[in-house]
Structures are given as structure tokens and as C-alpha cells.
């Protein structure tokens, strides 16, 4: 069970009817995520807005360049970003590859390899594109690169509380935990300078060494195949920290301190 449906089901039990959307699933970079709110999500008037933010998110926004920064200022500039959708076509419709992808963790291995080139690849072209075009380019180039892409995940973060805003739709930020140096240390992919604004500009943020320090070196927080992704036990905590989270800040209490519910069944909340 992922995290976004632990927080419905938590929701749903402990507070009336509730509405999670899961816009930060993986794979999708942080601008991807803000124009699937904007265009899709809003359309179903979700009670919650769930972002999972990795720290691969600050490349895949360079990388996917739906967004840019002008003058300090968020912009669109492109409006198509289908990565590897055309090669993916073609391998699912041959039955044996389809098959290898679906039961086959050397093949996935090979394919997540030379996906991973391509996308290293990608990266550097546009890094170096944004150092011609905005001048990021001084001394310490690496350091410039890597403040525009906390700037641009700032603003893309920004706008998306600003919609969830105008929506009625609560955003909560997950903060979602990479693989440490042993096989159950981790470690939190926001950055420090970035953790301040996402508070700011969220309704709910989880940090992940809070919830999951306790845990640490005790329970298998990361699939042991594959890309490692998070396990079920940490979809289950974060999902958990996260609801409850909503319930304390989100909610409207009753002076019994229950939550209450509109009669539709749906959870009012303070905003």
C-alpha cells in the first residue's frame, strides 16, 4: 500500500469521507507534478494534494525543463515532456519483452541502466545549456547549477501551495528518504536550505529522519531489489505521520476533539 492511500484510508476512517491525490508519484519530477495538479487534479476537487519529493526531483525538473527562471520569476517553457513513452511502445508490444518486464530483474537491471545513461546524458546537455543562456556559469560552476535548481524547485513548490490554495485542497509534503551508505541507513532528500520554504509553503510537511530515525537499522525501510525504492513498512509510516498530521492541523475539531464531517460526508477543513 502506497503512502497516499494510507492517508486516505487513515482519513477515511478517523475523520468522514476524504479525497487523496497522489501527485508526486515516481518518476515524476516536481514541475510534472505541478502541471498534473493544475490540469488534472483540480478537475476532482481532492481533499488532499500528496508530493513526494525525492532528491533526484532537482535534476528531473532541469531535465524535464517544463518550467524555467526569468528574473527571479517561475515560466513556462515547454509544454510537451513524454520521456522514453515511444521506445516503451515498442517493447511492450512484443510479448517476450513485455514479459522479461514484467518477471525479470536482469532486464529491468539493463533497461534502468541504459535508461539511466540517457538520462545522465540529458542532464548534462541541459545544464550546459543553462549555463550559456542564464550566466549561471562563475567560479564555482557546480555551486551555481546547483542553486538555480533549488531556486527552481522553490518556486515550483510555491506554486503549486498557491493552487492548492486557491482549490480548497490541502498540500502535503513528503519528504522522501534515498539510501544511506549501509543498506538500512538513510538519509532526507530535501535540502537544508530548502526545508524552511516547503514549510512555509505547504500545509503538512514530513520529514523523513523524524519519522524514521527510530526505525533505522531495525526494519527494512528499502526494497532489497531493484532500484531500491522505499519499502511498504515506510510507505506505512510515512502514510501514518502524514494523516495524522493532517488531523491535528487541518481538521476542524469538534470541542469533544473529533473531527467533523459536512453532510455529504466529506471532512470540512479550516481552510
Given at each position: 500500500m502506497t503512502y497516499s492511500a494510507v492517508i486516505e484510508r487513515y482519513l477515511n476512517r478517523h475523520c468522514g469521507t476524504t479525497e487523496v491525490v497522489n501527485a508526486g508519484v515516481s518518476g515524476f519530477s516536481t514541475a510534472e507534478a505541478l502541471v498534473f495538479v493544475e490540469n488534472e487534479a483540480c478537475r476532482y476537487h481532492p481533499d488532499v494534494i500528496v508530493l513526494g519529493f525525492f532528491a533526484n526531483d532537482l535534476d528531473d525538473n532541469i531535465r524535464a525543463d517544463l518550467f524555467r527562471m526569468e528574473g527571479g520569476a517561475l515560466v513556462p517553457h515547454r509544454f510537451e515532456y513524454i520521456p522514453a513513452v515511444g521506445i516503451l511502445d515498442v517493447l511492450d508490444g512484443c510479448p517476450p519483452l513485455r514479459w522479461l518486464g514484467q518477471h525479470s530483474y536482469l532486464y529491468s537491471h539493463l533497461f534502468n541502466t541504459a535508461w539511466n545513461w540517457k538520462k545522465t546524458r540529458h542532464l548534462k546537455n541541459a545544464e550546459h545549456a543553462m549555463e550559456e543562456e542564464y550566466a549561471v556559469k562563475q567560479e564555482d560552476t557546480n555551486a551555481g547549477i546547483a542553486l538555480y535548481k533549488q531556486n527552481l524547485a522553490r518556486a515550483l513548490v510555491e506554486r503549486l501551495y498557491a493552487v492548492c490554495r486557491s482549490n480548497n485542497m490541502a498540500l502535503v509534503?513528503?519528504?522522501?528518504?534515498?539510501?544511506?551508505?549501509?543498506?538500512?541507513?538513510?538519509?532526507?532528500?530535501?535540502?537544508?536550505d530548502l526545508r524552511t520554504s516547503f514549510e512555509m509553503h505547504s500545509d503538512v510537511l514530513i520529514a523523513s529522519d523524524a519519522v524514521l530515525r527510530d526505525y533505522d537499522g531495525i526494519a527494512d525501510l528499502f526494497v532489497p531489489h531493484g532500484q531500491r525504492h522505499i519499502s511498504e513498512i515506510t510507505h506505512m509510516l510515512l502514510g501514518v505521520a502524514a494523516a495524522k498530521a493532517i488531523e491535528r492541523q487541518i481538521i476542524v475539531s469538534r470541542p469533544n476533539g473529533t473531527a467533523t464531517a459536512d453532510p455529504t460526508g466529506r471532512i470540512q477543513r479550516t481552510r
Amino acid at each position: 500500500m502506497t503512502y497516499s492511500a494510507v492517508i486516505e484510508r487513515y482519513l477515511n476512517r478517523h475523520c468522514g469521507t476524504t479525497e487523496v491525490v497522489n501527485a508526486g508519484v515516481s518518476g515524476f519530477s516536481t514541475a510534472e507534478a505541478l502541471v498534473f495538479v493544475e490540469n488534472e487534479a483540480c478537475r476532482y476537487h481532492p481533499d488532499v494534494i500528496v508530493l513526494g519529493f525525492f532528491a533526484n526531483d532537482l535534476d528531473d525538473n532541469i531535465r524535464a525543463d517544463l518550467f524555467r527562471m526569468e528574473g527571479g520569476a517561475l515560466v513556462p517553457h515547454r509544454f510537451e515532456y513524454i520521456p522514453a513513452v515511444g521506445i516503451l511502445d515498442v517493447l511492450d508490444g512484443c510479448p517476450p519483452l513485455r514479459w522479461l518486464g514484467q518477471h525479470s530483474y536482469l532486464y529491468s537491471h539493463l533497461f534502468n541502466t541504459a535508461w539511466n545513461w540517457k538520462k545522465t546524458r540529458h542532464l548534462k546537455n541541459a545544464e550546459h545549456a543553462m549555463e550559456e543562456e542564464y550566466a549561471v556559469k562563475q567560479e564555482d560552476t557546480n555551486a551555481g547549477i546547483a542553486l538555480y535548481k533549488q531556486n527552481l524547485a522553490r518556486a515550483l513548490v510555491e506554486r503549486l501551495y498557491a493552487v492548492c490554495r486557491s482549490n480548497n485542497m490541502a498540500l502535503v509534503i513528503l519528504d522522501i528518504p534515498q539510501l544511506g551508505d549501509g543498506d538500512h541507513s538513510f538519509q532526507s532528500s530535501i535540502p537544508a536550505d530548502l526545508r524552511t520554504s516547503f514549510e512555509m509553503h505547504s500545509d503538512v510537511l514530513i520529514a523523513s529522519d523524524a519519522v524514521l530515525r527510530d526505525y533505522d537499522g531495525i526494519a527494512d525501510l528499502f526494497v532489497p531489489h531493484g532500484q531500491r525504492h522505499i519499502s511498504e513498512i515506510t510507505h506505512m509510516l510515512l502514510g501514518v505521520a502524514a494523516a495524522k498530521a493532517i488531523e491535528r492541523q487541518i481538521i476542524v475539531s469538534r470541542p469533544n476533539g473529533t473531527a467533523t464531517a459536512d453532510p455529504t460526508g466529506r471532512i470540512q477543513r479550516t481552510r
